[in-house]
């Protein structure tokens, strides 16, 4: 079965940084294009960011210069590196299979001001 267990949150001061992972199994990894998503008490689940299988990458607006989508096929692991971090940014972030309805059980980020 598809698994996608996402690590790497906690709490952090604003402007902060926090690196996340994504370890995924159960499929090919390597062939498949994956997103981060991220989701805030009582607002929808927003993309974050994707990466292609040859690791092309694209953001949402509100971080694009600040965050960074990488994956490591070999460890079949996606990772977010999270920079400057706002308070509102504060959410549960999840990784996906772009296009497909696999979410893992998605890791608390908790910015302070």
């Known amino acids: 079965q598809v698994q996608l267990v996402e690590s790497g949150g906690g709490l952090v001061q604003a402007g902060g940084s926090l690196r996340l992972s994504c370890a995924a199994s159960?499929?090919?990894?390597?062939?498949?294009?994956m997103a981060w998503y991220r989701q805030a008490p009582g607002k929808q689940r927003d993309r974050v960011a994707t990466?292609?299988?040859?690791?092309?990458?694209n953001y949402a607006d509100s971080v694009k210069g600040r965050f960074s989508v990488s994956r490591d096929n070999a460890k079949s692991t996606m990772y977010l590196q999270m920079n400057s971090l706002k308070p509102e940014e504060t959410a549960v972030y999840y990784c996906?299979?772009?296009?497909?309805?696999?979410w893992g059980q998605g890791t608390q980020v908790t910015v302070s001001s």
């Open positions: 159960g499929f090919v990894f390597s062939l498949a294009p």
């Open positions: 996906t299979v772009l296009g497909r309805d696999y």
């Open positions: 990466i292609s299988t040859n690791s092309i990458a």
